[in-house]
């Protein structure tokens, strides 16, 4: 049924009618409209039985959803930037047991200096914590992802992050094709635990494990994530089939099949970029996209499959490692490995910065007359004189205080004051 929606309520809804058992989290911006609109559902009746527990910490959120979904619970919960950092212990723990959690991240840049905004540092910077990561370019594909999500995690008994833009699409409200609750258990059937906390036949899960046995664990949760590479186009496929329309998978190709140049790309930028993409193939520029939903696991062989005919490939990502590069153009190499085509690493977006089409055309200007110095990080629109500024600040030895603060000074902008 079509709505006009705010993300948020849209993926609240979508979250209910997969009949979640119990739900845990703490609010934080920009996934607080998600619970506040899951918890009024329980709060009037409409979405039973389901238990939600207000709890003080995103701490001390997973580790209720660890207890629950050990329990036996179809479990859910959301964050976003620091609360993902607070739960970092606790992620590590649900993977480690196998549990099938789905979690929404509204993605947000993280501090300091504080930010509200969006990029993916966030989600990056958990990359490796043995979730199962999606990312969704829209409000509608967040809404299908996260019918998906569940059916993924409860099939390989993994957990899985739904990574949506914080802002740009939880705040955003645009007209959604909301599932009925008939279709929704038709394609999502009942939670049947691979693994139950029964006091009747008690265990111990997260023991102590050794030398003898630990690298095995691991190994164990590696094959599991590469199972998913089968499973998430098959759902996929199923989830087309039943509702009528493509969403999720592994990648997504638009305007790629002859293109000479490539841009590659998670969540919703994309849209801005195949924007620019048809401009330019109405000029003549055989241009297309690549569009990673799926970054854990890594889909290595079809991103290669996707890329590996083009000539130069542009990597525009909304987060990258201090000190070493693009976090995806270092992945996107791995794939192209022994191939010749030149990746070229654009770190776009930070802490909200607006993408625009005006700066996108400037860059893949650059790029198509191969003006980009290969094997160098570039960040999109920098303002090179307040770096440059900063930069002789510290070759002149002056103590000017952490760089965010002077470069407010230098604008005009007063932080904060003390008194």
């Known amino acids: ?24 989290a703490y609010p934080i911006s920009p996934q607080t409209h998600i619970v506040e609109g899951l918890s009024d559902l329980v709060r009037t009746g409409e979405l039973e039985p389901c238990e939600y527990l207000m709890v003080e910490s995103e701490f001390a959120a997973m580790s209720a959803c660890i ?3 050990a329990a036996g619970a179809r479990t859910y919960t959301a964050t976003a930037s620091q ?12 993977s480690g047991l196998g549990l099938p959690i789905v979690m929404t991240l509204a993605n947000r840049a993280i501090g300091a ?4 905004w969006n990029d993916h540092s966030d989600s990056m910077s958990q990359r490796d914590s043995g979730w199962i990561q999606l990312y969704a370019e829209s409000n509608q594909e967040a809404v299908d992802l996260h019918v998906q999500a569940f059916r993924l995690a409860e099939e390989l008994s993994l957990p899985v992050m739904v990574c949506m833009d914080g802002f740009i699409l939880t705040h955003a409200h645009e007209e959604v094709d909301l599932p009925t609750q008939e279709q929704v258990d038709a394609f999502l ?15 111990t899960i997260g023991a102590m494990v050794g030398p003898e046995a630990f690298t095995e664990v691991k190994y164990l949760m590696h094959a599991k994530q590469v199972l998913a590479l089968d499973s998430i186009p098959e759902i996929g496929a199923d989830f087309s089939r039943a509702f009528g329309r493509d969403s999720g998978g592994l990648v997504r190709t638009y305007r790629a099949e002859d293109a000479e140049t490539i841009v590659v790309a998670l969540g919703s930028v994309l849209g801005t970029i195949e924007d620019v993409v048809d401009e330019l193939r109405e000029q003549g520029v055989k ?14 062989d079809d991103v ?4 590996r005919d083009a000539q130069r490939i542009v990597v525009i990502e909304k987060a990258f490692a201090v000190g070493a590069g693009g976090i995806v153009g270092q992945n996107i190499r791995l794939a192209l490995s022994g191939l010749e085509s030149r990746v070229h690493d654009v770190v776009a977006g930070l ?8 700066s996108l055309h400037a860059l893949l200007a650059d790029a198509l007359a191969d003006r980009l110095e290969p094997g160098r990080l570039h960040f999109l629109d920098l303002k090179r004189d307040v770096v440059e500024r900063e930069l002789e600040r510290l070759r002149d030895g002056r103590r000017p205080g952490p760089h965010a603060e002077s470069i407010l000074r230098d604008q005009g902008i007063v932080a904060a004051r003390s008194h």
């Open 287 to 300: 241009i297309g996209v690549v569009a990673i939903k799926c970054f854990r696991p890594y889909p290595l």
């Open 189 to 203: 059937p009942a939670f049947v635990p691979r693994q139950v906390l029964d006091p009747a036949e008690p265990v």
């Open 351 to 358: 802490g909200g910065r607006p993408i625009t089409k005006r």
């Open 67 to 69: 207890g629950a979904s």
């Open 83 to 94: 609360g993902l950092l607070y739960m970092a212990e606790a992620l590590f723990n649900a």
């Open 113 to 116: 200096p504080i930010n509200i």
């Open 304 to 307: 290669r499959e996707a890329l």
């Open 1 to 24: 049924m079509l709505e006009q929606l705010e993300g948020s309520q849209a993926v609240a809804k979508a979250v209910a009618l997969c009949r979640p058992e119990v739900i845990s």
